[in-house]
Structures are given as structure tokens and as C-alpha cells.
């Protein structure tokens, strides 16, 4: 266990059963008064403690390296004085390595981080994740809020500098034997280096330790990516404010960013979260935990997925998988989901897509919109409605309409000339027949031929006009001005008899 400046102590590790012989390191961070203390317990039953009472546990010896006017345990390679014949050791700039083959140090490449208690060499120094970049010192990676995923022929480049510095979940609440009603905090940091990181604070406060010293130490508060807090509401145990206690450091190293669901044995079980129906690819930010634990042999990893989400703010919404509460399912992997209408890509030009308007004297209205669903912030904003010239097809209906109108005229004119040309051949028709049947009327005969064996009583004949067709007026006109004009008459007698005079 450990207790820093007197104020709250804490489980740095714990084993449990049998365990062979062993080497346990501990670092130490910053520079503070600190006490470690060892404790064992055969058995927390107390009818097994006879059952247990041979079991010990044994320390065999303890180091402590690097302390304030310690001694030296051992050699280490270390870096010389910028002067030629200078022997003592200086200590290197932060973000620097030692040269073995100089003595010299050299500072890290660039998007790369130095290893603490690396070995010297450029091997001390670590290149970066993807879509990670270091800073100044080399001390850490971080992201710069910009990612960009390119599939085919299309680039999504994303700006998560809307979502905020820090983003902050309370799951619960949880409750303890005695039923004390707890929750867990999360502080989440994706964007920016040391000065944007996350910051949970311990607010119990040490009776033991004096104002003045208080002040002068500050508060108990671990700043790193993802940390998370045990909070007890005022409620619970009747204090006049909420207390926050053993906060831990969830992740302090960032891995990088992806939408691919594994990055350096980190791996995101998909099934946790509901599925997005949108194109847009959820992307993953790795972390992880330089402590280990007994349970927890590689370190804490975190998994922060960002997913698109135009219905949400830009701000969002974190939350943690269903069928675990707590944000893990092991203790050692944890795994958040932040929707934010911040999380989806910058508009470009594949967006929005142009409306044509009607054509009107001869100018036209573009205007543009946004695809829908849209799926986008930022970036390109909507083009402005532009008029252009445009050759309607006003002109053509209007011809259209011209070229109907004459037709339909002309037609009507042709019917009405037809038709006056038809009452005119029928006037000529009609005094036709009148001038024909006056030459028809002849002198009565002093006697007729009968033929033999016919009835003169049944001799009565019938004279019968037929009216001939409009190709037979027009005949007969032919025909009258050719100085031929002719009138069939049919008679019809009761014995089937026909006379015909022309």
C-alpha cells in the first residue's frame, strides 16, 4: 500500500494464493513524500485461521533507486559535457537520448516519444500510432483532433476539435454490502497533448495534515487521457458534498487511431455496441496503461469508439456497453462509445448535389443542397444560389402553338372552301335535273309498242330518279362542260321491264 503526503492510501498491488518467489518494480512519478507499507493476511474467515496458520510471506530485500543523497547502486551510461575534456555527467534535455558511441545527447526523431528507463540508443526512442503526432519534449503522443480515412476514391477527413477538451460519464449507480450508493466517473481527454488531458481529482481530505500544508502540497489529482473516480453523493452518508476517491489511471499512453477493430493487441469486440446503419466508418482510439497489475499482467487498455451521429449535439453522448455497466467486462479492457453529431467527416463537394429551376425568360436559378441524410459538418459550405441564362422552351411552345394555330386555320379555311364548292356543285346538280326532266317531257305518242303477250292493264310504269354520288356530280359537271350533258332515267315496270331515254 501506499500513502502520498499523508492523504489517502491506496492498493498499488496485491496477490493472493500461492506464489513462488518473485521480483515486484515499482516507479514512483513525482516528487512527493511518500510511505509504502506491506501487509498480509492468512485468511479474512476468522474459523480458517487455524486452518492457515503455517502460510507466510517472506521479503526478501528491498531497493530503493534514485532517491534524494542516496548512493549509487550501480554504472549507468550517462551523457558527458558539451567541453572536449569535461568527464562529469549532465543530464539530457527532455525528449533526448544518449549516444553510446558520443556520450552526446541527440533528440528523438519527429512523431516519435522516448521510453522511460529506456536503454541508451535511438532504439529509447518510439515512433508513434497512426494519426498520432508527438510533442515538443518527445515525452508523449496525442492526437490533434484530425483523422482521415481514405476507401477507393473517396477521402473522409474528420475534425473532432467540437467534441470538446474533455468529455465526462457517470455509470451506476452501484452499491456497496452495506448498501452505500456509489458511482463511477470517467474523464475522457482525445484531443491535445499534457496542456487538454483529462483530471480526476480526490477531494477526501486528511484530518491529520494542517491547512497550511494542504494548500501548499494542492490537491491529490492524477492528469492523464482516461482516469476514473469513485463517486458517493452527499446523500449516501450524510456529507454536505460529494466525495471523490480512489482515482485511477486508466490510460496514459495514446496508441493511435483507426477504424480497424485491432491495433497492436488491443482489440474492440464490435458486438458490445448497437450496429451504425450510416456509411460512415465508426473510428477507434487506442490507449494504454504503462501500470500493471496482479490481474492485469499488460496493463489497462481503453478503446474510445467515435461514432457518427447527426442527431446528437456536437458535444455528444458517451456511454458504456450494455452488459457491462462498470465500462469493462474484465477489469483490464475498457471500452466506451461517443456519438456526437461532431464525430462525422468535414462537407465536401460529394455532400450536396444541384436543384435546376424552371427556366423563365431566359435565366435559370441553381440552387444546392444537402444529401439526405447528411452525414457531414464543417468543411464546404452550401454554394450560393446562382442564375444562369438558359434557352427555355418558351420559344418552342410558342412556335408549337404558332404552328398549331395556322394549321387549325388552314385547315377550318379548306373546310370552309370545300364546303362552299360542294353547295355550289349541288346547285348545279339540282338545275341539272331540272333542265333534264324539262327535255324529257316529249309529245305523247298516237300509239306504243307492246310487246307480245303483255298486258296493256298491267303497263303501268314507274319512273324512278336515282341521285348520283359526289364522283358522279363532278362527272356530270365534267361532262356538261364538254357539251355532253346526259340524265340516265330508270324505269321500272311491273314485268321488270327497263326503258332508258339519254
Known amino acids: 500500500m501506499m500513502d502520498v503526503n499523508r492523504k489517502s492510501t491506496k492498493i498499488v498491488e496485491s496477490w493472493e494464493k500461492n506464489k513462488t518467489r518473485q521480483t515486484y518494480t515499482h516507479i514512483m512519478t513525482k516528487n512527493a513524500s511518500v510511505s509504502y507499507t506491506w501487509a498480509f493476511q492468512r485468511t479474512n474467515q476468522a474459523s480458517d ?35 572536449p575534456s569535461s568527464s562529469a555527467c549532465v543530464p ?10 558520443t556520450s552526446q545527447c541527440t533528440e528523438c526523431p519527429p512523431n516519435t516519444y522516448l ?57 451506476g449507480p452501484s452499491f456497496t454490502s452495506k448498501g452505500t450508493k456509489y458511482f463511477h466517473h470517467f474523464n475522457i481527454s482525445i484531443c491535445g497533448g499534457k496542456g487538454q488531458l483529462a483530471v480526476c481529482t480526490d477531494n477526501v481530505t486528511d484530518l491529520s495534515i494542517t491547512d497550511s500544508q494542504r494548500e501548499k502540497e494542492g490537491p491529490n489529482a492524477i492528469t492523464t487521457f482516461i482516469c476514473q473516480s469513485t463517486i458517493i453523493p452527499a446523500s449516501g452518508r450524510g456529507f454536505h458534498t460529494a466525495l471523490s476517491s480512489q482515482s485511477i489511471n486508466l490510460a496514459d499512453t495514446f496508441v493511435g487511431a483507426t477504424v480497424d477493430n485491432n491495433l497492436e493487441g488491443i482489440s474492440v469486440t464490435p458486438d458490445l455496441f448497437p450496429k451504425t446503419s450510416k456509411k460512415v466508418p465508426d473510428v477507434n482510439f487506442y490507449y494504454r496503461s504503462l501500470e500493471t497489475t496482479s490481474s492485469c499482467e499488460s496493463g489497462r487498455s481503453v478503446v474510445v469508439t467515435l461514432r457518427c451521429n447527426p442527431d446528437k449535439s456536437t458535444t455528444g453522448e458517451l456511454s458504456v456497453p450494455s452488459q457491462c455497466p462498470a465500462g469493462t467486462c474484465d477489469g483490464c479492457t475498457f471500452q466506451f462509445l461517443w456519438e456526437s453529431s461532431g464525430a462525422c467527416p468535414t462537407c465536401t463537394e460529394r455532400d450536396y448535389h444541384q436543384i435546376e429551376g424552371v427556366c423563365k425568360g431566359g435565366n435559370q436559378d441553381l440552387l444546392y443542397v444537402w444529401n439526405e441524410p447528411k452525414l457531414c459538418m464543417g468543411g464546404v459550405p452550401l454554394p450560393a444560389k446562382k442564375t444562369q441564362t438558359c434557352e427555355g422552351i418558351e420559344f418552342w411552345i410558342q412556335l408549337g402553338a404558332g404552328l398549331g394555330a395556322f394549321t387549325a386555320v388552314l385547315l377550318v379555311s379548306l373546310t370552309c372552301y ?32 307492246v310487246m307480245e303477250g303483255e298486258n296493256e292493264a298491267d303497263m303501268e310504269d314507274e319512273v324512278v330518279y336515282t341521285k348520283p354520288s ?26 321488270s321491264k327497263t326503258l332508258v331515254w339519254s
Open 49 to 83: 485461521v487455524r486452518q492457515y496458520v503455517k502460510d507466510v510471506a517472506r521479503i526478501y530485500s528491498i531497493t530503493v533507486s534514485n532517491a534524494v543523497d542516496g548512493v549509487s547502486s550501480s554504472c549507468r551510461v550517462c551523457a558527458l559535457g558539451a567541453q
Open 92 to 101: 539530457c534535455p527532455p525528449g533526448h537520448y544518449i549516444d553510446a558511441s
Open 470 to 495: 359526289l364522283l358522279g356530280k363532278l362527272k356530270a359537271i365534267a361532262s356538261k362542260r364538254n357539251g355532253d350533258n346526259y340524265e340516265n332515267v330508270q324505269l321500272n315496270s311491273a314485268h
Open 418 to 449: 370545300f364546303w362552299k364548292k360542294n353547295k355550289r356543285l349541288e346547285y348545279k346538280y339540282s338545275r341539272l335535273v331540272m333542265s333534264a326532266n324539262k327535255e324529257c317531257e316529249m309529245p305523247v305518242a298516237d300509239s306504243c309498242a
Open 115 to 171: 521510453m522511460p528507463h529506456a536503454a541508451p540508443g535511438p532504439d529509447a526512442c518510439k515512433s508513434c500510432g497512426p494519426s498520432s503526432k508527438s510533442d515538443k519534449e518527445h515525452s508523449l503522443c496525442y492526437s490533434d483532433c484530425h483523422f482521415t480515412y481514405t476507401e477507393g476514391n473517396a477521402t473522409l477527413t474528420f475534425d473532432f476539435s467540437s467534441l470538446g477538451p474533455v468529455g465526462s460519464l457517470m455509470n
